[in-house]
C-alpha cells in the first residue's frame, strides 16, 4: 500500500537536512507501528520519497511524499509523532502511479527581505520594504537574462536564471511570491534567485506550494 | 543568528522526540556534556539520568554540549552565551551545572564551556550569582586535576548519589556564595561526594605526602558509591542528526571480572552485577518502540561473559527479527563464546569483527592479565574466516609495562596470523580477499590499576615503539594504525596528576587549547608552554616511577580495591603471572561481592534472591585481607561505552 501524505517543515525543523528527514519518518514510523516496507538487497532501504528535497534554513508549508506500508498498519498513521515544526497536514492511500518527483513541474515560494541598514543601503527610511522590493521586481523584469552559475553533477555551467522564472510578483501583503521551474528538467534554488534579487540582504524563504506541469497542486491526485 | 551558515546545524536545535521541557522547576540542573553533541549523546549514561532526573517532579535536567568551533566563532560574533537545550536558558543562570567527565583529554573543553557560559574557571573566583559547578563520570575517580574548577565530585555511581545531591540542592541558594558554602558542607556527608575545597594537600619537594581537612580533623576518605538500586531507561533521546552509536542500548551486566591489568573500568566498576535475561528483552522491547531506532547493541566492559549470553542473544534476534532490528556486540574476545554467538547473529549482515587481544605475545599478554592464549586466537580466526567474514580490526596497546620489541613484532604476527588462517579455511566461494586492521594505541597507566605505579614511556620511546612496528610491517597486506603518542602522554599527566594541573588547564584553554581529544585541534606545544608558564614539570606525573609508599593524589579515596591488592597484581604482572577470572574464585580484591555463605551476589538488587550456585566462589586463604568490606551492595549505576571498540 502506497500512502501519501502532506506536511510542514517550519521553526527549527528547517536545520534538519534532507537525509535527515528521511531518518526522522522512518523512526516516527517504527514509533508508532506503521510497519514501511525496504527494498530488496544488500543494503535495503526504506520506501520512501519525496516529491522534492528542501535546503537547510528553508521553510516549508508545503512538502509531500509517497512511503510503501503493510496493508495492516495504515490505521497507524494517525498515531504519528513528529518534533515540533513538522506536522502531518493530510495523508491518503494513493495508487501506484508516476512518481511525485516526475510529477512537480514547480516550487512556489515566498521570499521575505530582513535588510537592516547596513546590509541594505539602497532601503532608506522613505522606502518602505514593498517599495524596496517592487523595486527590485522591476529591475528584474527589465533584464532580458540573467546568467549565474549554476553547479551540476558534472560541475558547473552557466545558465539564464530567467528560463527559470514561471512567475513572481508582489504579493498584496508586500512580500515576493516566485514560482520556480522544479523537477526532473533542472530547478533553480530559491536561495540563487533571492541573492540576486536581494544582494547583501538576509531573506526569509519559505515553500509554499508543490505542484504538477498543469500547475495542479502535487498532492491532490493525477 | 542563522544556525544554517553552521555545520550540522540540526545538532543546536533541540526538541528531539524524548526531550522533557519544566518550566518554572525548583531547580534547573544541567548536565553537560563536554564533547560534540553526537558524542555526548552517545552516551547512554546521560539517557538514564536525563529519565530518571526528569522524573523527579520539579527538578528539570537540561543538556548542553561543546559547540563545535565553528559554531563557537558565531556565538561570540552575536554575543550568544552557552544555552541548554530544552529551554534555551542560558547555562550562566541555571542552579546546578554538572560535568560528565568521560575522558581526560575533554578537560579543556570543560573550562571552555565555563567561558562561553560567563562562569569564572576557578570556584574560589565564583561569587553570587553563579551556578554550583559539579562533576561525575569515570575521570572523577582522580579528581585531583579539576579539583579547582569545580565545586563538587560525585564520585562512583549517581543512581541513587545524584537524586540525592540535586534534591539536597533544591533546599540551599546555591547561586549564592554563602548557600553554595553551607549546601556544601551538608553534601559532603552525602557517601561518594567530594567537596575539594575541604581538603587541603600537603607537598614534599614535588609530590604531594598527605591530605588534611580544612578545619583541621582527620583525614575523611571519601568512598566510591556503589548504588544500591538499579534505574531501567525506558526511552532515549532521539538525535536528528547522525551520532556517533546511533543505537538503543541496554546495559546487561556491570563490572567485570577478568582482572584485566591496564583496565581502569574493570576496578573501578565492581562488583559485578548482572541484569536478567527477562528485564533486558523487556527493556529493549521499550526502548525500541518508544525511539523506533533500527539498532540495538548490548553494552558492557564484556559482554560475551554474560551468563546467559546466548539465550539473550538468541532472545532479542527472535524478538526483533520480524521488525528489521538488528542487533549489534560493541567488543568482542577472542575466544569460544564469541564465535558461538556470532554464528547465532550470522543471519545479520557480515560486517567487519572488531578483536582486542591488546598485546602482540603471550608474554605480555600475562603481564597484563588478558587472559587470551595464542590457541584461542587461532580458533577464533578459523571459526570466523570459516563462517565467512572477511575483515577483522585488531586492536592492542604498545609501551605496556616491561614491552620488549619483540612483543611489537608480536603485533604484526597476530595479524600474519590472520592472513594465513584466512587462506586455508575460506569457504570455497568466498571472493573477497581477507582485510586485516591492526591498530596500535599508546598506553597510559590510569589511578586504581596495578600500573598506577609505573612509569609511561616518554614521547620519543613511544615514537621509536612505532618504527619498531612499522619496521614489522613492510608489506602492504595488514593495514597498521597507530595514535599519534602526543595526547596519549597529555592524558597520562592528567590521569594520575594533582590539583596543580588546574592552574595549567586554565592557562592552556586560556591559550587557545580545546577540543584535545580531536587531532586536528590538539596544540602540544601551547599545553608546554602553559605548564613552563605555571613553572611545573609534566614529567613527574606520567614518566615518574612511584613507589608503594607514596601517598598517591587520590589515595583519599576508597574505590573498593585495596591498595595491597593492587601492589599485588603489580608484582605478578612483572613475573608475568597470571590472576584467573575472579567469577571462578574470589582473588581478593577487596570489594567484597561475596554474600555471607560464599556464593557471588551476582544480580542488580531487584534480582536479589538470584545467586549462581554453579559458581561458588571460594575466597582465597591470605589474598582476601578484606572480607570486612563484604557488607558493601552491588548494584547500578552509570553506563559507560567500551570506549574505542565498535
Redesign the interface.
Known amino acids: 500500500m502506497i500512502v501519501r501524505f502532506q506536511y510542514t517543515k517550519l521553526g ?6 534532507h537525509l ?1 528527514m528521511t ?2 519518518f ?6 508508532s507501528g506503521v ?1 514501511v516496507k ?1 527494498t530488496e538487497g ?1 543494503n ?1 532501504t526504506v520506501k520512501l520519497n519525496f516529491a522534492s528535497p528542501l535546503s ?2 528553508i521553510e516549508s508549508e508545503y512538502e509531500v511524499a509517497e512511503v510503501e506500508i503493510e496493508d495492516g498498519s495504515f490505521e497507524h498513521f494517525s498515531r504519528l ?5 513538522i506536522q502531518i497536514l493530510d495523508y491518503k492511500q494513493v495508487e501506484k502511479g508516476v512518481p511525485l518527483m516526475s510529477r512537480l513541474a514547480y516550487s512556489s515560494y515566498c521570499l521575505r527581505p530582513e535588510p537592516n541598514q547596513a546590509e541594505a543601503p539602497a532601503l532608506t527610511l522613505s522606502h518602505s520594504l514593498s517599495d524596496w522590493i517592487s523595486e527590485r521586481l522591476r529591475w528584474f523584469s527589465e533584464q532580458g537574462e540573467i546568467l549565474f552559475e549554476k553547479r551540476t553533477k558534472k560541475g558547473s555551467k552557466t545558465v539564464n536564471m530567467k528560463a527559470f522564472v514561471k512567475d513572481i510578483r508582489l504579493s498584496e501583503a508586500g512580500i515576493c511570491l516566485a514560482t520556480l521551474v522544479s523537477g526532473n528538467n533542472g530547478s533553480l534554488n530559491p536561495v540563487a534567485l533571492s541573492g540576486v534579487l536581494f544582494p547583501d540582504c ?1 531573506v526569509k524563504i519559505k515553500r509554499i506550494l508543490l505542484a504538477d506541469e498543469n500547475e495542479k497542486e502535487l498532492y491532490l491526485d493525477v | 543568528m ?3 551558515e553552521v555545520e ?3 545538532r ?6 524524548n526531550t522533557v521541557v519544566k518550566e518554572n522547576p525548583a531547580l534547573r540542573f544541567c548536565f553537560a556534556f563536554p564533547d560534540v553533541y553526537e558524542v555526548g549523546m552517545s552516551y547512554v549514561g546521560l539517557h538514564l539520568l536525563y529519565q530518571m532526573i526528569n522524573e523527579i517532579p520539579d527538578i528539570a535536567m537540561e543538556r548542553t554540549f561543546m559547540p563545535w568551533v565553528d559554531m563557537i566563532a558565531k556565538m561570540q560574533v552575536h554575543q550568544i552565551p552557552l544555552f541548554t537545550y530544552e529551554t534555551r536558558t542560558p547555562v550562566g543562570e541555571v542552579d546546578v551545572l554538572g560535568f560528565t567527565l568521560q575522558y581526560e583529554l575533554s578537560f579543556s573543553n570543560l573550562v571552555k564551556m565555563l567561558h562561553l557560559s560567563g562562569i569564572p574557571s576557578r570556584s574560589r573566583d565564583r561569587g553570587d550569582g553563579f551556578p554550583l559547578v559539579v562533576a561525575g563520570g569515570p575521570c572523577a575517580i582522580n579528581p585531583e586535576p579539576i579539583a579547582e574548577i569545580v565545586d563538587l565530585f560525585m564520585i562512583g555511581e549517581g543512581e541513587e548519589m545524584m537524586p540525592e545531591v540535586l534534591n539536597l540542592a533544591k533546599e540551599y541558594d546555591v547561586r549564592s556564595a554563602e548557600g553554595r558554602r553551607a549546601f556544601l558542607e551538608s553534601a559532603s556527608r552525602i557517601e561518594g561526594v567530594y567537596v575539594p575545597i575541604f581538603y587541603v594537600p600537603e607537598y614534599r619537594g614535588e609530590v604531594i605526602s598527605t591530605y588534611h581537612m580544612f578545619d583541621g580533623s582527620p583525614l575523611r576518605k571519601v568512598r566510591r558509591r556503589i548504588a544500591k538500586g538499579s534505574y531501567r531507561y525506558t526511552k532515549q533521546i ?1 538525535p ?3 551520532i556517533v552509536h546511533d543505537r538503543v542500548s541496554v546495559e546487561v551486566f556491570r563490572g567485570c571480572t577478568r582482572g584485566c591489568r591496564f583496565c581502569q573500568a574493570g576496578m573501578i566498576y565492581r562488583p559485578i552485577r548482572e541484569n536478567s535475561r527477562d528485564s533486558l528483552l523487556c527493556q529493549a522491547g521499550a526502548l ?7 539498532e540495538l547493541s548490548i553494552m558492557s566492559l564484556s559482554s560475551l561473559d554474560y551468563s546467559e549470553v546466548e539465550d539473550l542473544v538468541s532472545g532479542l534476534l527472535d524478538k526483533f527479527e520480524k ?2 532490528v538488528s542487533v549489534s556486540l560493541p567488543s568482542l574476545r577472542m575466544d569460544a563464546t564469541s564465535v558461538s554467538v556470532l554464528k547465532n547473529i550470522q543471519k545479520v ?1 557480515k560486517t567487519g569483527l572488531t578483536f582486542a587481544p591488546e598485546a602482540g605475545t603471550q608474554r605480555m599478554r600475562d603481564v597484563i592479565n588478558k587472559g587470551v592464549t595464542d590457541e584461542d586466537i587461532k580458533n577464533t580466526f578459523e571459526d570466523i574466516f570459516s563462517l565467512g567474514w572477511f575483515r577483522v580490526k585488531l586492536y592492542f596497546m604498545i609501551g605496556l609495562p616491561t614491552e620488549q620489541d619483540e612483543d611489537i613484532e608480536g603485533i604484526i604476527n597476530v595479524a600474519k596470523r590472520a592472513l594465513w588462517i584466512f587462506k586455508r579455511v575460506k569457504p570455497d566461494d568466498m571472493k573477497k580477499s581477507c582485510e586485516v586492521t591492526a591498530s596500535a594505541s599508546c598506553f597510559v597507566p590510569k589511578p586504581f590499576t596495578p600500573f598506577q605505579w609505573v612509569p609511561q614511556c616518554s614521547i620519543a620511546e613511544f615514537e621509536r615503539k612505532i618504527e619498531v612496528l612499522k619496521a614489522a610491517n613492510p608489506g602492504r597486506k595488514i593495514t597498521l594504525n597507530y595514535h599519534a603518542p602526543l595526547e596519549s602522554w597529555l592524558e597520562g599527566i592528567f590521569a594520575r596528576g594533582d590539583r596543580r594541573l588546574s592552574e595549567v588547564i586554565i592557562k592552556a584553554v586560556e591559550m587557545g587549547c580545546l577540543f584535545d581529544g580531536w587531532s586536528e585541534h590538539f596544540k602540544f606545544d601551547k599545553w608546554m608552554e602553559a605548564f613552563a608558564l605555571c613553572g611545573l614539570d609534566p614529567k613527574i606525573f606520567n614518566e615518574r616511577e612511584r613507589s608503594y609508599d607514596e601517598f598517591l593524589p587520590w589515595d583519599f579515596i576508597d574505590c573498593g580495591i585495596s591498595k595491597e591488592f593492587l601492589w599485588h597484581e603489580y608484582q605478578k604482572a612483572i613475573r608475568a603471572e597470571i590472576t584467573h577470572d575472579c567469577r571462578y574464585g574470589c582473588v581478593g580484591c577487596g570489594v567484597g561481592c561475596l554474600s555471607p555463605d560464599g556464593y557471588a551476589t551476582y544480580r542488580f538488587s531487584d534480582d536479589s534472591n538470584f545467586k549462581l550456585k554453579n559458581r561458588k566462589l571460594f575466597p582465597i586463604a591470605g589474598e582476601n585481607s578484606e572480607q570486612k568490606n563484604k557488607v558493601r551492595q552491588k548494584d547500578e549505576a552509570e553506563e559507560r561505552e567500551g570506549r574505542g571498540l565498535v
Open positions: 527549527n525543523a528547517v536545520y534538519i537536512g535527515e531518518k526522522l522512518e523512526r516516527a514510523f517504527r514509533r510497519i525496504y544488500f535495503p537547510v534554513g509523532l513528529l518534533p515540533l515544526g538576509r | 542563522d544556525l544554517s550540522k546545524p540540526s543546536y536545535i533541540g526538541g528531539e522526540v532521539v536528528f542528526t547522525e525500541i518502540e518508544n525511539t523506533g531506532y533500527d521488525e528489521g549482515r
